[in-house]
């Protein structure tokens, strides 16, 4: 029987939908909290632990108390064990797990031999666990956080539930070595990504169920970035409200419109002027509802190939559905999409609805009348 340590960093991924493009640290906790922030990893793990259900039998799962895992097995209908002298996230309290939590979950994990640590979080929970256990342990992530440039992580969370149950079928035996990055959240917030490689983490070798590591981003060459802005000009509606998600690409464009822009953030754009820059969920849904017809314009994550759910969490499921499908344009450089040739697009939402929704073949932007032609799947 496989042993399983289950850890969920409950307030992973609070700032995406708020505009803050991270959690980390007290201060930034506080501050989504005031801005409406909903903790959602939570509901994320909940998704990858239903599915392992399926072999409950095979394993014995250990977690961690109440948000830290616990609450989240009871919900998926899973017997588990429940380690001591760990604290809990309580906002009643005002209470709240720490980086050391987390390590120190990791530690006594490894210390009852478990064959595989499922933690639900971003970059720098793998961070946390790196620190704690190095390569002594096979880990896989369950991608909840604002952030997630690691390729330590599932594709979603339904597809960490998948590779976990393999793991524990022994369907899959191997393991290999997974970077383990993160960025300076201030200076990202700053419009500057500062992306560093911390270390590697062993994870189960199955490269249909694990996402790329996040490439370096880049319009490409300045004839086809010139191209692709222009074409958006020529076919901007000015009585459209235009949803930006953030990037380099889209950057390129709004520089072609003469418009500011944030580059990691969401802009909104009506009328030939900017009416909403680093814009929140709720922000972009109240200006849908006040605007009526919008389109939403993001690019794709080099190397990744993620559309939605990827550092543009403030276009969220609700925003999607409301904006519908039909409405989303994706724009990217051709050298950016002939890197992921054979490969197929990503939407990892959050919500498993809506990314059923966005399955299917999209067209893609990449010069002046240019574009191929991409299958979206999760």
């Not at 992973?12 to 506080?30: C, P």
């Not at 987390?102 to 929970?125: P, S, Y």
């Not at 072609?256 to 909403?276: E, K, Q, S």
């Amino acid at each position: 029987m496989k042993r399983i340590g289950f850890i969920v960093n409950p307030v992973a991924g609070i700032g995406g939908r708020v505009g803050l493009k991270g959690s980390d640290g007290a201060e930034t906790l506080k501050r989504a909290l005031e801005l409406g922030g909903v903790l959602e990893s939570g509901e994320k793990a909940l998704i990858a632990m239903r599915v392992l259900r399926a072999g409950e039998e095979l394993a014995e799962i250990y977690t961690c108390p109440g948000d830290m895992g616990e609450s989240v097995c009871r919900a998926a209908g899973l017997n588990c064990k429940v380690i001591d002298g760990i604290e809990t996230y309580d906002k009643g309290a005002g209470t709240a797990t720490s980086p050391e939590d987390t390590a120190r979950a990791a530690k006594m994990f490894c210390g009852l031999g478990v064959d595989l640590i499922l933690f639900a979080g971003g970059d720098g929970t793998a961070r946390d666990i790196l620190d704690a256990v190095g390569e002594s342990a096979a880990v896989l992530g369950i991608p909840a956080g604002c952030k997630i440039h690691s390729g330590v992580f599932a594709l979603n969370p339904r597809r960490a539930g998948e590779l976990a149950l393999r793991y524990m079928q022994g369907k899959v035996r191997r393991t290999k070595e997974a970077e383990v990055m993160d960025i300076d959240e201030e200076q990202f917030r700053r419009g500057r990504v500062q992306s560093r490689l911390y270390g590697y983490l062993k994870i189960p070798d199955d490269v249909r169920l694990v996402q790329n590591l996040k490439s370096g981003s880049r319009v490409g060459g300045q004839d086809g970035a010139e191209g692709l802005s222009a074409y958006m000009a020529d076919i901007w509606e000015s009585d459209v409200l235009y949803i930006i998600g953030g990037g380099s690409t889209t950057a390129h464009i709004m520089n072609r419109m003469h418009l500011p822009g944030t580059l990691l953030g969401v802009d909104l754009v009506y009328g030939g002027r900017v009416i909403g820059a680093d814009c929140t969920e709720r922000e972009i849904l109240k200006a849908v509802s006040e605007y009526g017809k919008a389109k939403i314009l993001v690019t794709v994550i080099g190397g990744q190939g993620y559309i939605f759910g990827r550092g543009n969490q403030q276009i969220s499921a609700e925003v999607i559905r409301r904006v519908g499908r039909e409405n989303i344009i994706v724009a990217a450089a051709e050298e950016k999409m002939l890197a992921l040739f054979g490969k197929t697009l990503y939407a990892d939402t959050g919500d498993e609805e809506v990314n059923r929704y966005l399955h299917g073949y999209m067209r893609v932007i990449t010069g002046y009348g240019q574009y191929t032609v991409m299958k979206v799947s999760d």
